[in-house]
Each structure stands twice: as structure tokens, then as C-alpha cells.
């Protein structure tokens, strides 16, 4: 027992030497503040905003009010609202009082059900274990390029396209290659080029279709082009199909799992746009994999992320299967006709424009218009188009070079009539204004 408390004793004081020895902080003194941020942080960039955040204001001369013909949100001018019906079942769900908590890292089954119901096809038949429920379709993209972004791995991306591919890509350090996309065309794929920039590094191909920003539409033909190019070179799609059926006109969408195929898809869609309730988040991810070549990895890749964050609101998923299943179909018609007027009365008013060569559309809700800026005295490119314009006559459009669409402004179908009139009139005079 002595023995113990000597031991005891002499164990303590060598402790407390040890302590006493160390200094009160490994942190050397510092005597201001300085909070580091990663690399990544400060590396990535949104092109949209870099651009419209530091643009000058319109000059005191410019007319009033300012129209915005760059904002890719139909909700913001109040002239396409949801369905009654859309608005009605999520307020249910709402009050229920059911679906209030957190819902499972993938979706509510019922509604991965639904959605699971609602894409498939007599050759693909889906189950709820097929698609993963997502914080909107930019959440969708985000998953997928997460998970496919293995160290060394490239992927191809359309151009003109939309600027958030890129800069996915630039997040996970994954190099994003353009194909091109052909105006004179339609803005259909150039396969041939697609094929010389694919390697053996090379993990996918996205496709958009419909397309922002060129509101292109691919023809049934197109997609199968697109498939047999997507089989040969052994890679699979991934489709941003979020502007879906909204087509105009005599234009059919033709979905890339729609057509029979061996080629493995992973489309990302959501309830954004074609339901018009963008700030409601609610995307889905669906794979369409009949072989069961994505099955071993990518599925449990995008479930572990889903894991990471959880994802779209509880109430509003409750709700999709009654929006997928009971909006009435007199909606999407409605909206159709909608955007082909406007698609109509912009391209009509622009094509007569000395200096513009806009190309129609046939989908989603955009317009590019290119520049031919050998007719302008003192305008060399679409960014200087873009910034003249909002500074003189205070119509902001987004310059293409956003895009990769050099020599071309996007605009916006979904502004009303009347303001949309009075832009292309103000566009006019500033070409007249300008011309060389």
C-alpha cells in the first residue's frame, strides 16, 4: 500500500512538471485577426454574375424604366403564374401537419415513386430505386458531377451552354470540354467534332435539350444521332432535360431515354420550369440504366453524396405525386402558346434589324440573336453590345461570350407584350444609332 502511494505521488509530479513545462498556447501571439478561406472558395466564379454585378447603370438619359430581358426566372413579371392546382396540394400538404420533418437523404418514397411513374417508358420501365429527390435541377447537376468527377476524368459540355456546367466542372476540378452546336443548324450537335475532343479519360456527355440558352428543341433524328455517337464511343449521357416539354410551335421534345438504346442516361430534371416554381427547389435525378452498367457505382456515389446535405423541402416533395399525376393538362398548353407568341413577336421584330441575326427558337424560353458587328461603327463584340445597350437604352440582355457563343446576346422570352414591344424598340434605335 505504501509502495502504491509513493508511486502515486512521484506519478504526479512528473505530470505537473510535464504540464507546467508546455507553454499556455501552442498558438504563437498574433496580434490581429485573420480568418483563411480555401482555395476553392476563392477560385470559383459564375459568369452571369461576375458580369451583371459590375456593370454601369443606365445613363441619366436613357428612358425608363429599365426592361430586363436577361433574367432566366418566368416568375418575376407575374404573367406566368402555377397552376391553381399545383399551389392548392402543396398548401395541403403544408397543413397537414404530415410532413413537417426530415425526409429521407434520397426523397420520400412516394415521391420517387411518382416520378419514377411519370418518365418512364415501355422499353425502360423505372422503380423509385432509379431516381434520387434534389435541391432543384442545379442540385441534380451538382450530384452528378460530384460523383462522376474521378481524379483525371474530363467530360463534354455543349456550347453555346449553360455558364453552371463549367463551373461545376471547375469546383471539382474536372476539365469540362466544349462541342460545338451549330446555328446554321438549328443548334444541333456537332457530332463529328464531339467525337475528336472525347478520349479515353473522357467519363460522359451532357446534352440539354431543350436548350438555354439557344431555345433549341432536337429533333427525334437528332437524338438518335446523338445515341448511336454516345454507344460507339461507349459513354453515357447526361441529360438537363429541366425545360422538358416546353416546346412551341410544330416542335415535339423528344427525351434521350425515350429512344431505345444501350446507352446508359442520367437525366436531371425538376419542377422549376415546366411548373413554373423555380424558388420551390425541387429537382430528381432518374437513371435509366436497363444494363446495369451505372448500377455498381454510380448509384451508391449518388446516394452517399445525397447524404451529405439533405435535399428538396419535405412538404413540397409530398406534394409532387398529386403535381405530376392531376395538373391539368390545359396548363402546359397555355404556357406553349404563351412562349411561341413571344418567341414569335422577337424574332419578327429582331430579324428586320440592320446589324441582328437572331435564330428562332423552338423551346424552352430563350433567344440567341447574333451580332454582326461589321455594321457597327464602334461595337466589336457581344459584351460591348450587351453594355452599350443597357447604358443607353436600359434593355439588359447577356452577352454570349457567358454562354461560348461568341457574337451573340441571349434574351429572355417570358417578359409581357407590352414591355417586350417597347424593348425591341428601343433595340432598333440603338442599332440605327450605331450603324457604321
Known amino acids: 500500500a505504501t509502495f502504491d502511494v509513493v508511486l502515486f505521488v512521484v ?39 461576375k458580369i451583371v454585378d459590375n456593370m454601369k447603370q443606365p445613363t441619366k438619359d436613357a428612358p425608363q424604366p429599365t426592361i430586363r430581358l436577361s433574367i432566366g426566372d418566368p416568375t418575376v413579371f ?56 434534389t435541391s432543384g435541377c442545379s442540385g441534380a447537376l451538382d450530384l452528378v458531377f460530384a460523383a462522376l468527377s474521378a481524379k483525371g476524368k474530363n467530360i463534354l459540355i455543349p456550347a453555346p451552354g449553360f455558364s453552371l456546367y463549367r463551373t461545376l466542372a471547375a469546383n471539382y476540378s474536372f476539365e469540362a470540354r466544349s462541342y460545338p452546336c451549330l446555328a446554321s443548324k438549328g443548334w444541333e450537335i456537332d457530332l463529328a467534332k464531339l467525337e475528336e475532343i472525347a478520349d479515353s479519360n473522357t467519363c460522359a456527355i451532357l446534352i440539354t ?4 440558352p439557344c431555345g433549341s428543341c432536337f429533333s427525334e433524328n437528332h437524338v438518335k444521332e446523338i445515341l448511336a455517337t454516345a454507344e460507339k464511343l461507349k459513354l453515357p449521357i447526361i441529360a438537363d432535360e429541366i425545360y422538358g416539354d416546353m416546346v412551341f410551335g410544330e416542335n415535339k421534345f423528344t427525351s434521350m431515354a425515350s429512344i431505345k438504346s444501350n446507352v446508359p442516361v442520367i437525366a436531371c430534371g425538376g419542377l422549376a420550369k415546366q411548373w413554373l416554381v423555380p424558388g420551390w427547389r425541387l429537382g430528381w435525378i432518374i437513371a435509366y440504366d436497363k444494363n446495369q452498367i451505372l448500377s455498381k457505382k454510380v448509384y451508391p456515389a449518388i446516394t452517399n453524396l445525397t447524404q451529405l446535405i439533405l435535399g428538396a423541402c419535405s412538404f413540397v416533395q409530398a406534394a409532387v405525386p398529386s403535381i405530376l399525376k392531376e395538373t391539368p393538362k ?12 413571344a418567341a414569335d413577336m422577337c424574332y419578327n421584330g429582331l430579324a428586320t434589324i440592320p446589324g441582328l441575326k437572331p435564330v428562332k427558337p423552338s423551346g424552352a424560353m430563350y433567344m440567341l440573336v447574333g451580332i454582326d458587328t461589321t455594321k457597327f461603327r464602334d461595337i466589336s463584340n457581344d459584351r460591348e453590345f450587351m453594355e452599350m445597350l443597357y447604358a443607353e437604352k436600359a434593355v439588359m440582355c447577356l452577352p454570349g461570350e457567358v454562354f461560348e457563343a461568341k457574337n451573340f446576346v441571349r434574351i429572355v422570352l417570358t417578359v409581357p407584350s407590352d414591355a417586350m414591344k417597347t424593348a425591341l424598340e428601343r433595340i432598333e434605335a440603338f442599332c440605327k444609332e450605331h450603324l457604321a
Open 11 to 49: 506519478v504526479c509530479c512528473l505530470t505537473s512538471a510535464a504540464i507546467m513545462s508546455e507553454p499556455a498556447s501552442k498558438r504563437q501571439r498574433i496580434d490581429h485577426w485573420d480568418v483563411d478561406v480555401s482555395e476553392r472558395s476563392m477560385s470559383f466564379e459564375n459568369g452571369i454574375r
Open 78 to 133: 407575374g404573367n406566368f403564374p402555377p397552376s391553381k392546382h399545383v399551389e392548392d396540394v402543396v398548401i395541403k400538404s403544408l397543413r397537414s401537419q404530415k410532413n413537417n420533418g426530415y425526409a429521407p437523404s434520397r426523397g420520400y418514397d412516394s415521391t420517387r415513386e411518382a416520378v419514377a411513374s411519370y418518365h418512364s417508358f415501355a422499353h425502360s420501365q423505372l422503380s423509385k430505386d432509379d431516381v434520387w429527390i
Open 209 to 212: 435539350n431543350p436548350s438555354n
Open 330 to 341: 390545359e396548363f402546359a398548353a397555355e404556357i406553349k402558346q404563351k412562349l411561341k407568341s
